[in-house]
């Protein structure tokens, strides 16, 4: 069953427009990105060849490294006929100082499209406000739109439905946690934070995401106690403690955070068939422990995949 009526997805057109953060999307367009992508999922399964970029070229930028970001990307492009073209640091004048408006004019005079993976956020919104093609949000220090869109996605096809899950996150207020937060609020999912001091999630991102929830009726909140947030939870998400551009605090925060792995003992809080949720990479022994991660509740490579199908679904809708 479709999140969306067969009219609405019909009449629904987001071509040309940029992919920041979930905030820039209604509940409707999010939901119909998740649909498009089960589809395309569904007409890969079934070898059915749907070529809407065929003729058309994106550019790939990555400030930081990748492994899920950068294959389904690639891959998923060659699949709707379109050429992806990689562009590390190192390859581009971005790594020389070349500046952002620059860089955005060029790449639009020769590219459909435009996906970038970096640090700084300012960095997403600024290629975007001079770029003259859509831009994706591959990744930032702030949002991860991208894999939130394959999140949601997955959770629907194990749950069959959104509105009115509970979705446990557990450990750092990163990136994840902030798109998770936005993407539960705009679909009615509630989103139950817990972090230790210190390590919460930024609170304008909160403050944004419990406004957005009065339309759906979601509860967004962020706890300390970890065994407050599983309780009762359909869906418990974890990350690693320190993220890229953090290692050098991985000490500190194994410290932080040593009371807030995921594990057996904490999971007993959740309901009874919760799935486990990771965006990968993941350190086993750190924030999950491998009964979990690699237990009969783990739907880790459900998500990895549906990578493939949500940014398939996000370059058709955008670029096709």
Known sequence: MALLESSKRSSMNLNGRDFIELTDYTTEEIHYLIDLAIELKRKQKNGEEYQPLKGKTVGLIFEKSSTRTRVSFEVGTYQLGGHALFLSKNDIQLGRGETIADTAGVMSRYLDGIMIRTFGHDKVVDLARYATVPVINGLSDLAHPCQVLADY???YEHKGRLQGLKLAYIGDGNNMAHSLMIGGA????????????????DPQIVA???????ATGAVIEV????????????????DV????GFEEEQKAREVAFRDYQVDEQLARYAKSDYVFMHCLPAHRGEEVSEGVIDGEHSIIFDQAENRLHAQKALMAALLG
């Open 241 to 244: 403690w320190a993220s890229m």
């Open 153 to 155: 996605q997955t959770l």
């Open 208 to 214: 944004d995401a419990q406004e957005i929830a009065k």
């Open 223 to 238: 706890v300390r106690d970890p065994k407050a947030a599983v309780q009762e939870a359909d869906a418990i998400y974890t």
């Open 186 to 201: 705009k679909l009615g999912v509630h989103v139950s934070v817990a972090s230790p001091e210190g390590y919460e999630p």
